[in-house]
């Protein structure tokens, strides 16, 4: 972890709040200090200032001190909120599956750029586009970075990939069609920024998110809790 001695200031996506009676823990993701936590009691929060920019996925430089296991937020300078999760409950549970996966596959502190990266290209998409499929994109994309399943090039040479596949379909009980097995390079390849969204099937999106849950959870090694919320509404 970079010395944060006098302040450290960072660009962050709100991964998570958890509330509590008196205090809120807010879970970021930083290009440079990798996952972080904040506890902020709610009183702070009244007068710190574009704390309303804490909403989960949204953008902010913030600045940081050491505080224990945590860090202590002393500035926000916000960026853009994401607004498509205020109302909708399909958007904030769908947001909620990213959140613990990103969550459970990354330690603290455990820096990643790539992971950033889509973590921030993923916010960006959902403020506009399907948070359904952002979150199915990124969830497959999130495995591939934790090293859960081989990166996008290697499905796109098929190099060792039949091996993986084998491994997927015993561990989750799950024979993932031939139309899945092709749109896989397309997902774990997809560049955010590009205009044009990945075009499948309804029913290969089904699968690709059902085969997600269930490899995310067999890889983590526990039920999801966003999972059965999602499953709940």
């Given at each position: 972890?970079?010395?944060?001695?006098?302040?450290?200031?960072?660009?962050?996506?709100?991964?998570?709040?958890?509330?509590?009676?008196?205090?809120?823990?807010?879970?970021?993701?930083?290009?440079?200090?990798?996952?972080?936590?904040?506890?902020?009691?709610?009183?702070?929060?009244?007068?710190?200032?574009?704390a309303s920019y804490l909403r989960p996925f949204s953008a902010m430089y913030i600045t940081v001190v050491q505080d224990g296991e945590f860090v202590k937020v002393t500035q926000i300078d916000g960026s853009y909120v994401v607004e498509s999760l205020d109302t909708n409950l399909d958007h904030i549970a769908y947001a909620a599956v990213a959140s613990e996966l990103i969550q459970e596959l990354f330690a603290?502190?455990?820096?990643?750029?790539?992971?950033?990266?889509?973590?921030?290209?993923?916010?960006?998409?959902?403020?506009?586009?399907?948070?359904?499929l952002g979150t199915i994109i990124l969830g497959w994309q999130v495995l591939s970075l934790a090293g859960a399943m081989p990166q996008g090039q290697a499905f796109v040479s098929g190099d060792g990939i039949d091996v993986f596949w084998d491994e997927l379909c015993r561990g989750t009980h799950i024979i993932p069609s031939v139309a899945l097995r092709k749109a896989m390079p397309s997902i774990l390849?997809?560049?955010?920024?590009?205009?044009?969204?990945?075009?499948?099937?309804?029913?290969?999106w089904i699968e690709l998110e059902r085969l997600l849950f269930a490899y995310g959870e067999q890889e983590i090694g526990k039920p999801l809790q966003s999972v059965k919320f999602l499953m709940s509404i």
């Open positions: 972890m970079n010395n944060l001695n006098g302040g450290f200031n960072t660009p962050a996506i709100v991964v998570s709040r958890k509330k509590y009676k008196l205090y809120s823990v807010f879970t970021f993701i930083t290009p440079s200090l990798g996952i972080i936590r904040a506890s902020l009691p709610h009183k702070r929060l009244q007068s710190l200032r574009n603290l502190y455990d820096v990643d750029r790539k992971v950033f990266d889509a973590v921030v290209n993923y916010s960006k998409s959902i403020r506009q586009r399907n948070v359904r390849t997809y560049r955010w920024g590009d205009t044009q969204p990945i075009e499948l099937p309804g029913i290969v």
